[in-house]
């Protein structure tokens, strides 16, 4: 007998990235949602003036989250170490000490709060498992979001 449990079915997939010219500089981000059943696509992009790399990469995520209608059971596949620990290991501590974070003996606010909060709002209405995948690296959609982002980024040059 298996004593595994079976993997989760998810509703949608969303594949995220986040590209910076200068970090800060030119920003693009880019997410795809597929609906798992269907197999539909949407991509979604945008992009700052002035932004840096871990805003777009949040960004990414919370435009994909943001553009769902209903409550839906998700797998966020990002190459942002940032966004997918950040959601999934360190937001209830920062959520629990104020939104502050331990830098050596003092606390300090934690970067990007404003878009962590919107995430955290939204990971309140979905179902959301992140998976890490290695940038850069031949994975198709995050190959097509870093597309997707960088020409965004370019349109603020």
């Known amino acids: ?16 990235d986040g590209a910076c010219s200068g970090n800060p500089g030119p920003g693009g981000w880019a997410c795809i949602l597929r609906h798992v059943a269907t197999g539909t696509e949407k991509e979604l992009s945008g992009g700052l003036a002035l932004t840096t790399n871990n805003q777009m990469e949040l960004q990414a995520v919370i435009s994909g989250l943001a553009a769902l209608k209903r409550p839906s059971r998700v797998e966020v596949v990002t190459d942002s170490s940032y966004v997918a620990k950040g959601s999934s290991e360190w937001m209830e501590g920062w959520k629990r000490n104020g939104w502050r974070r331990k830098e050596g003996k003092s606390w300090k606010p934690v970067k990007n709060e404003e ?22 690296a031949g994975h198709a959609e995050n190959e097509r979001c870093d597309v997707l982002a960088v020409a965004a980024a370019a349109m603020f040059r």
């Open 1 to 16: 007998m298996n004593s595994e449990s079976p993997s989760p079915i998810f509703d949608v997939r969303l594949f995220s």
């Open 115 to 136: 878009l962590w909060r919107q995430l955290d709002e939204l990971l309140q209405t979905h179902r959301v498992k992140f998976t890490l995948v290695k940038g850069h």
